[in-house]
């Protein structure tokens, strides 16, 4: 977190490794364990109403398990695969938690889209990095578009 007012930076959570594993604790049950694993390209919104992050998928660059420091300089390796993600994590700013909210745990899923314009708990887009989200106040609902992944990326996904 970043604070304008003393122009410093507070680490919150999360280790200070590169590591690539998600850690799925309970979907829906705030964890002190459970955290999504490092990953780029990902969205992320605030939700004023919890007080809270909400971070949509992005990939992990696998690297053969070669995680390490903050320094580590991987520039000395070349990444293996890449593994994209359709999880929801929500990171409460007050209590510093992680609660997995919804996706799979798996990475390289394909999406579930049902019916369009029906709502449904079983849908879910698929695994993907640079996607667009909006949060809309309002409608208390997460707005995703397109993106780069897994499976088809010119979609228009709502989760309410």
């Given at each position: 977190?970043?604070?304008?007012?003393?122009?410093?930076?507070?680490?919150?959570?999360?280790?200070?490794?590169?590591?690539?594993?998600?850690?799925?604790?309970?979907?829906?049950?705030?964890?002190?364990?459970?955290?999504?694993g490092?990953?780029?390209?990902?969205?992320?919104?605030?939700?004023?109403?919890?007080?809270?992050?909400?971070?949509?998928?992005?990939?992990?660059?696998?690297?053969?398990?070669?995680n390490?420091?903050?320094?580590?300089?991987?520039?000395?390796?070349?990444?293996?695969?890449?593994?994209?993600?359709n999880?929801?994590?929500?990171?409460?700013?007050?209590?510093?938690?992680?609660?997995?909210?919804?996706?799979?745990?798996?990475?390289?899923?394909?999406g579930?889209?049902?019916?369009?314009?029906?709502?449904?708990?079983?849908?879910?887009?698929?695994?993907?990095?640079?996607?667009?989200?909006?949060?809309?106040?309002g409608?208390?609902?997460?707005?995703?578009?397109?993106?780069?992944?897994?499976?088809?990326?010119?979609?228009?996904?709502?989760?309410?």
């Amino acid at each position: 977190m970043y604070s304008f007012n003393s122009n410093q930076w507070t680490w919150l959570a999360g280790d200070d490794v590169i590591i690539g594993s998600n850690d799925y604790a309970l979907k829906g049950i705030p964890s002190d364990s459970g955290a999504p694993g490092g990953r780029e390209s990902f969205s992320m919104i605030f939700q004023a109403k919890t007080n809270s992050l909400l971070l949509f998928g992005g990939y992990y660059h696998d690297y053969g398990g070669k995680n390490g420091i903050l320094d580590f300089d991987r520039s000395l390796f070349t990444a293996t695969s890449l593994e994209y993600y359709n999880d929801v994590w929500q990171f409460n700013l007050t209590s510093y938690m992680y609660t997995w909210q919804l996706g799979d745990s798996s990475p390289d899923m394909a999406g579930r889209y049902g019916t369009k314009g029906i709502a449904s708990t079983f849908n879910h887009p698929g695994a993907r990095g640079y996607s667009s989200t909006v949060y809309h106040p309002g409608l208390d609902a997460v707005y995703t578009f397109g993106g780069e992944g897994f499976d088809i990326l010119s979609n228009l996904s709502k989760c309410e």
